[in-house]
């Protein structure tokens, strides 16, 4: 009886503490320079509380003392994560940090292995995937909307980076390559193969099929602004306003078709 109030208070006490440091992490991301992981950071930390919530009643909590190293390392995140500055890449790490430091004090090294599906997550959005600006994507966008502009009967040319029309022209840029739209996609599918009990070749296919829709989509935003790059105001709205979030939406809605039409292990349609 002592065991399980015991138990039950450190239960809580590391769920105080779980939500204390999420809420700190996600007030770090809204002052830091990149406001758009904000929502991904809601995400991926709903999506692994989730998975957790799922597990609670399989989950093992170790009935020991916490150790100086896992004190001095959940220490150490904190202290960190207060002393981040706007453009540091900690922000994607510690989330991981802070699911490693805490499963530690609840579990004990030995019991790490079952938070593995959490691991996923939190990995996934750890990783710096604005590196793949590097890879410039730039040159395949302006083909591939040159492409879908010949495809439904414009005049249309390319030179570079530049797709012109008769009544005007755009120049697509690295950050209008589709590296956001992309991680985006494979994000929500990385949740999705990592909750679902999708078989090895789905997985395959989810992940696939999210980078390639999010290329797509983006292509189109780029071949629509090129029709529209005669009209500024019309332009300034699918570039910068609200229009622009429409094709985030015709992305999300795409991937969801994709997912609706897998079959599931046991013949039927993933929900």
Not at 182 to 203: F, P
Request: a positive charge; one cysteine or more.
């Amino acid at each position: 009886m002592i065991l399980a109030q015991s138990q039950k208070r450190a239960k809580t006490g590391l769920i105080a503490i779980a939500i204390t440091l999420i809420l700190l992490h996600l007030l770090l991301v809204r002052r830091s320079q990149y406001p758009y992981l904000l929502p991904a950071s809601s995400i991926f930390w709903t999506a692994t509380a989730m998975q957790l919530y799922a597990q609670r009643q399989a989950l093992s909590l170790c009935n020991h003392r916490a150790t100086w190293g896992e004190l001095l390392l959940l220490t150490g995140v904190v202290y960190r994560g207060l002393h981040a500055f706007e453009s540091d890449y900690f922000l994607r790490l510690y989330p991981l940090l802070v699911l490693v430091s805490l499963s530690l004090l609840a579990s004990g090294v030995q019991g790490l292995a079952q938070y593995q599906s959490a691991f996923y997550l939190l990995g996934f959005f750890a990783v710096p995937w604005e590196l793949l600006y590097l890879l410039d994507f730039t040159t395949w966008t302006a083909q591939f909307a040159t492409a879908l502009l010949r495809g439904i009967g414009f005049s249309v040319h390319q030179q570079g980076f530049t797709i012109a029309l008769p009544g005007g022209a755009i120049e697509v840029y690295n950050g209008c390559s589709g590296v956001r739209s992309i991680t985006q996609l494979l994000g929500l599918a990385w949740i999705y193969v990592t909750l679902s009990a999708t078989q090895g070749r789905q997985k395959s296919l989810i992940l696939l099929g999210a980078v390639f829709i999010g290329f797509f989509a983006n292509s189109c935003r780029v071949a629509l602004l090129a029709i529209l790059s005669s009209q500024p105001d019309m332009l300034h709205y699918w570039h910068h306003g609200d229009g622009s979030l429409l094709f985030s939406l015709l992305a999300v809605l795409l991937l969801g078709l994709l997912l609706w039409t897998l079959p599931t292990r046991q013949g039927g349609f993933s929900s």
